[in-house]
């Protein structure tokens, strides 16, 4: 699934080639994916006439900011945009066109078919599901230290699966969270009333860093991922832990194991993300 530093891509890349264009007409073979309005005709009806602004983002959720109208859209596991000229031909799992006037469309293919995709007018995106109840934008300037910890360090759960709820921290998923997590030598499991301040700043700084540097080579393509061009990202060649089962630690040698974590694979080294014991006050009777 693509996480925070892929959807910004798909973001940029696909911001540059369809901007300002007009929806002369939408071509929709695949329902379901239709979340609001669910009924084609009115989705399609709603969007002819508009021009589309600009495209933002806001956690793995792209938002089409049209002249009056916002559409948001997940990909879940494999959705993928792409840009095409009338008359190429429409490649297998292509289930929405967006037609613009200049001739060109933009086509919208999903294998798995778990993509999304919902209308509103401005504004109301914001106030109503599936965007309403996220949490901060981890490269915003928002996110800082003390907004980090204000947010989860009182938390008595698993550090891990903090990370991944959305309602918190916005656009981490799998690979970020495995990541990072090593990259401040943290546990996954580790509780997150159980970790001291430097703890904090070190994953802090590891998730701004972490991020950062995948939205900069356009994203981890893994299984099917390209950004809005067709193009693959190249963060993969610099992850260091995530996918690297049984190859040596970079930073110590011992081998990355992959466990289970609030039920997600999870990368780790052992040695350099040691899963401290709670301090001796929390366990007093
Ligand atoms: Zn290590």
């Not at 992959?258 to 040695?271: A, E, L, N, Q, S």
């Amino acid at each position: 699934m693509p996480e925070l530093p892929e959807v910004e891509t798909v973001r940029r890349t696909l911001n540059q080639l369809v901007a300002g264009k007009t929806v002369e007409g939408v071509t929709i073979t695949l329902p379901r994916i239709l979340q609001r309005p669910a009924e084609p005709e009115q989705f399609a009806d709603m969007l002819v006439g508009q021009t589309l602004q600009t495209i933002e983002r806001r956690g793995k959720f792209l938002r089409f900011i049209f002249d009056g109208l916002v559409m948001v859209s997940h990909l879940r596991m494999e959705g993928r945009y792409g840009v095409y000229e009338k008359g190429d031909p429409v490649e297998l799992h292509t289930h929405v066109i967006f037609h613009f006037d200049d001739g060109t469309e933009l086509r919208y293919k999903d294998v798995r078919q778990f993509g999304t995709m919902h209308l509103f007018e401005p504004g109301d995106e914001l106030l109503m599901p599936p965007l309403n109840k996220l949490g901060i934008e981890p490269l915003d300037d928002s996110f800082t230290l003390k907004s980090f910890m204000k947010i989860l360090s009182h938390r008595t759960t698993k550090i891990k699966p903090l990370l991944l709820n959305q309602e918190y921290v916005v656009g981490l998923g799998n690979i970020y969270v495995d990541e990072s997590l090593f990259t401040a030598g943290i546990h996954p499991e580790q509780t997150a009333d159980s970790l001291k301040r430097s703890d904090w700043k070190r994953l802090y700084d590891a998730v701004r860093a972490t991020l950062t540097r995948a939205v900069e080579t356009g994203g981890s393509s893994i299984k099917s991922y390209v950004d809005g061009q067709g193009e693959m990202g190249m963060f993969q060649d610099e992850l260091l832990v995530y996918g690297r089962k049984n190859e040596p630690c970079s930073r110590c040698g011992q081998s990355i194991e992959k466990t289970v974590v609030g039920g997600r694979g999870t990368h780790i080294c052992t040695k350099c993300q040691p899963l401290r014991k709670p301090k001796a006050s929390s366990l007093r009777s």
